[in-house]
């Protein structure tokens, strides 16, 4: 009877560790990776489908939604958009950029390629000037809103469908600085595990 009690201890402490341990697994966590939703960009040598792996500085912003329209128009783009990430991305392939609902549906991202050279003074040390990095504009708009399962730990979140993004740093969809072309390779995003966009871009000289 002893063998038995002591059996069915063992057993009941066995599963109360079990349980802690399964509590405590990684997909129990709602981090910043995978689970929040982001423009998830592949980069490529221009012209091909090999990886480009390049050091990125970049920033996402949204219009102000509390501005009106007549504001907005004369006040410019610099004083009516909020800046909602600003980040890098070093020696990687692959980046992700936050994104934020708002009523324009519209997400607007400057992405440098590196970062700004300061020229110094050879005796003073001083910055004579500063050479900026090749930058482009890329716009996200999508149409709907929806709510997606993202993890066990964060549970439902918005997901932006009907996604398209442009590369508008000169005219339309031509060439930009340094990125010359972007093809939008899927059209919804629930968190930051999809590419969503494949960046084809020249090699920083």
């Not at 560790?17 to 423009?39: H, K, N, Q, W």
Request: glycine content about 8%; charged content about 25%.
């Amino acid at each position: 009877m002893k063998n038995i009690q002591r059996f069915l201890a063992y057993s009941i402490f066995a599963s109360i560790i079990s349980l802690a341990f399964y509590s405590c697994e990684d997909d129990d966590i709602c981090t910043d990776e995978g689970d929040v939703p982001r423009m998830v960009a592949d980069m490529y040598y221009d012209g091909t489908n090999v990886p480009l792996e390049d050091s990125i500085y970049y920033w996402a912003y949204v219009y102000n939604d509390s501005i009106t329209k007549g504001i907005r128009e004369a006040t410019g783009t610099s004083k009516d958009t909020v800046l909602i990430e600003k980040n890098s991305a070093l020696g990687k392939t692959s980046f992700g950029i936050a994104l934020r609902n708002n009523s324009k549906k519209e997400i607007y991202y400057t992405i440098a390629q590196g970062s700004d050279i300061d020229v110094k003074d050879s005796i003073t040390g001083k910055v004579i000037r500063t050479i900026p990095a090749k930058r482009d504009r890329l716009i996200l708009k999508y149409d709907t809103l929806g709510n997606g399962y993202t993890s066990k730990a964060c549970g439902f979140g918005l997901t932006f469908k009907g996604v398209d993004v442009k590369l508008v740093t000169k005219t339309g969809n031509g060439a930009g600085n340094w990125i010359k072309k972007i093809e939008t390779v899927n059209t919804e995003i629930k968190d930051g595990s999809t590419t969503i966009i494949k960046l084809f871009a020249d090699e920083r000289n």
